[in-house]
């Protein structure tokens, strides 16, 4: 349903593409940072937290397997383009190194402790929202993007037991929101929220250490970005 939606959003990009070109540029804000300059680029550092892989382990009966992941990080760069009417569209590379904490398997109260990691790599084609605001010392934001996700990530235990491993590529959806805080007509500093998700991931999985069984897994990962933007 997530998914659906941000895609309906997504598909507005190009005709609204069309009509800034038209233009010539993007309709400048009543902010007063904003330049007339078109376009974009920026750089995006992630403190990535409450992160994790779930799926069902297709064995008799089918069971449980979490993998929980300690606090992580990675960032972004991406270049974009205003469109009319306050919206703007952006191409990002996306990066997130995140180790393994534990892993619960059917969803009982013990918890092994596991090793691993997993680095998630994506690229993504954003719709991002400005609200219109005028004499006010930051401008918020909110979002949503669509693109391809390539995950490899395994959780073991000391032993060497494995639980889950993944090494391919799926799509990825992701919401955000935050502030852009101006230090000047063309560039800002930005905060902001973001949830992003893979899901139907091909994994190996088990229960008993082997990771033999065939499964898909839905990796979730949220973060605070502090970035640096300036128009082009």
Avoid at 72 to 89: D, I, K, N, Q
Avoid at 156 to 179: C, E, V
Avoid at 211 to 224: D, E, I, W
Wanted: negative net charge; glycine residues 12%; contains cysteine.
């Amino acid at each position: 349903m997530r998914a659906g939606v941000v895609l309906a959003a997504l598909l507005l990009v190009v005709p609204l593409t069309a009509a800034a070109q038209e233009d010539g540029a993007g309709d400048p804000s009543d902010s007063p940072w904003d330049s007339s300059l078109p376009r974009f680029a920026g750089l995006r550092g992630s403190f990535a937290f409450i992160n994790s892989a779930s799926t069902s382990v297709p064995a008799t009966p089918p069971t449980g397997l979490r993998a929980s992941f300690d606090n992580g990080g990675g960032g972004s760069v991406y270049v974009g383009a205003r469109l009319p009417e306050g919206f703007r569209v952006e191409l990002e590379g996306l990066y997130r190194y995140l180790p393994v904490h534990s892993v619960n398997v059917g969803n009982n109260s013990t918890d092994y402790v596991a090793g691993g990691h997993a680095h998630l790599g994506a690229p993504m084609v954003n719709l991002l929202f400005d609200f219109p605001v005028s004499d006010y010392p930051a401008r918020p934001f909110i979002g949503a993007g669509l693109g391809g996700a390539y995950i490899s990530a395994d959780a073991a235990d000391a032993a060497g037991n494995d639980y889950l491993r993944t090494s391919s590529w799926h799509f990825a959806y992701q919401f955000m929101g935050g502030l852009e805080f101006p230090m000047n007509e063309t560039s800002r500093l930005t905060a902001m929220y973001r949830w992003l998700q893979v899901d139907d991931v091909n994994s190996k999985c088990g229960i008993s250490g082997a990771a033999s069984f065939a499964c898909k897994a839905r990796f979730n990962t949220q973060s605070l970005d502090l970035g640096l933007e300036m128009d082009l």
